[in-house]
């Protein structure tokens, strides 16, 4: 299975700044995506990395406060915008891979807190 | 649309006895289904994945579980708990099944925490 570094494991914040999370892994991979767990909390899917184009959003987040990029099919990055206490939370890498190998690996992840 | 139940908050058991954690899901297609675990400040782990081969799937550490599409349920057991197993458990419900006309996107269940008692 694929191999994710991500950076960095955690971060304390001050509010009104930003923060961006790397995410690279060892092999190309065609599926990206970014998660994020807040406290006590399962995992929600923040958005899709898409590779050369606009990453794919959920409902409920936006481009303005989570700008992603993914220049290629190793490495992408988060962005955290504008942070305020709520943002608090493990942001997540994860690769999946398509046919015989199918299955998905996760980033160690980003403990955030904002203060 | 798909989405993913687990059935209990909380589950504890006494060490060597049996580990049920229940998860039911919803889904427009034929789906895979995984179980994932995370221990305290730890990363995320696979224990087992349905991908519509065998139905009862067999993963890491002892843990199986049985896909009964009747049911729409992919309950995790295990025969015996270990102290090392008291953990969060997910269950996970994806449309993808390694082809490249679905979103890949995964769906997390709520989360069962497993507490092992000595």
């Known amino acids: 299975s694929a191999v994710i570094s991500q950076k960095p494991s955690r971060d304390i914040c001050q509010r009104g700044t930003s923060l961006t999370i790397q995410c690279q892994v060892d092999?190309?991979?065609?599926?990206m995506f970014w998660y994020r767990q807040q406290p006590g909390q399962s995992l929600t899917l923040i958005a899709t990395?898409?590779?050369?184009?606009?990453?794919?959003?959920e409902s409920g987040f936006v481009i303005d406060k989570f700008p992603i990029s993914r220049p290629n099919l190793t490495f992408s990055t988060l962005t955290v915008s504008n942070m305020s206490p709520e943002d608090s939370s493990i942001y997540l890498c994860?690769?999946?891979?398509?046919?015989?190998?199918?299955?998905?690996?996760f980033g160690s992840g980003t403990r955030l807190t904002v203060v | 649309a798909q989405s993913v139940t687990q059935l209990d908050s909380h589950v504890s058991v006494s060490e060597g006895t049996p580990v049920l954690l229940r998860c039911n899901y919803s889904?427009?297609?034929?789906?895979?289904l995984f179980w994932y675990v995370q221990h305290p400040n730890k990363g995320l782990q696979l224990l087992l994945k349905?991908?519509?081969?065998?139905?009862l799937v067999k993963g890491i550490n002892g843990f199986e579980a049985e896909f009964k599409k009747s049911e729409t349920s992919f309950h995790l057991t295990k025969p015996s708990a270990h102290m090392s197993d008291a953990a969060e458990y997910f269950c996970?419900?994806?449309?993808?099944?390694?082809?490249?006309?679905?979103?890949?996107?995964?769906?997390f269940g709520q989360g069962t925490t497993l507490q092992v008692k000595p």
């Open positions: 990395a898409n590779q050369g184009s606009e990453a794919t959003y």
């Open positions: 349905y991908t519509s081969a065998a139905t």
């Open positions: 092999s190309q991979v065609t599926m």
């Open positions: 994860s690769v999946g891979r398509q046919g015989a190998n199918y299955g998905y690996t």
């Open positions: 889904s427009s297609y034929s789906p895979s």
């Open positions: 996970v419900v994806s449309d993808a099944r390694g082809g490249s006309s679905n979103t890949g996107k995964l769906i």
